[in-house]
């Protein structure tokens, strides 16, 4: 089963405009980590955050992170076509263990 | 190429018959996962092996499904019997058992279609 959802499930944006997707998980976790997915590829990691951090940057990506609220958000500023994809966040449901559980899943469309 | 890679890429098969994947993990890491993605979802996880323990399995993974990982290095998925809701992308990754080896590495999949 997912751990959570993410919000939008679709989103649609020219290039240089910023994106920014939400997720929601349910269970105490120890990191959350962004992937990518290229349509019909494999996932790329993106960026980790760990459950003490509220903010982590990576070039382009901001990341944020409520565990009082459980929720996280990816922000992808100054976006290019090439940011086409779709975007999961994932989550350590048992701690220490390694397991992911992922979210649905943001389309993300840049148009030129 | 040093990256995740799994064979074959694409499989299409007919209900009841056996499909075999496999997956070679990055050489250094020893945790190795299959999960399995269907259309529009985020993948699921279906088992985790560390070197050639099988530590884990979802109760995803019915007794049709076996996975093994023999000698800790590549690993194979099985699916007896297919059935059409066995139709999916088959994703492996892994990852190192270190500080910070929480990422998993992915693979570009193996989609399997059941008619």
């Known amino acids: 089963s997912q751990q959570g959802e993410e919000d939008p499930q679709a989103l649609s944006i020219q290039e240089g405009e910023n994106a920014t997707m939400n997720c929601s998980y349910k269970?105490?976790?120890?990191?959350l980590q962004w992937y990518r997915q290229n349509s019909g590829r494999g996932l790329v990691h993106l960026i980790l955050?760990?459950?003490?951090?509220r903010e982590k940057h990576s070039g382009r990506l901001r990341v944020t992170l409520d565990t009082s609220k459980k929720s996280s958000s990816l922000l992808i500023t100054a976006s290019r076509a090439a940011d086409t994809a779709s975007y999961f966040c994932?989550?350590?449901?048992?701690?220490?263990?390694?397991?992911?559980?992922f979210g649905t899943g943001t389309r993300l469309l840049v148009s030129p | 190429d040093t990256g995740v890679s799994q064979n074959p890429r694409h499989k299409i098969t007919k209900r009841g018959q056996n499909v075999t994947f496999r997956c070679d993990p990055i050489?250094?890491?020893?945790?190795l996962y299959w999960y399995r993605q269907t259309l529009g979802q985020g993948p699921e996880f279906l088992t985790y092996?560390?070197?050639?323990?099988?530590?884990?399995k979802s109760r995803l993974l019915s007794d049709r499904f076996s996975a093994e990982r023999p000698k800790g290095s590549f690993s194979t998925l099985e699916i007896q019997r297919t059935e059409q809701g066995d139709s999916a992308m088959y994703l492996c990754?892994?990852?190192?058992?270190?500080?910070?080896?929480?990422?998993?590495?992915f693979g570009p999949g193996t989609r399997l279609l059941v008619l």
């Open positions: 092996f560390q070197n050639e323990a099988q530590l884990e």
């Open positions: 269970t105490s976790i120890n990191n």
């Open positions: 994932a989550t350590d449901a048992v701690p220490g263990f390694q397991k992911l559980v």
């Open positions: 955050i760990r459950s003490n951090e």
């Open positions: 050489s250094e890491h020893n945790r």
């Open positions: 990754a892994s990852s190192p058992k270190r500080a910070g080896g929480e990422t998993q590495y």
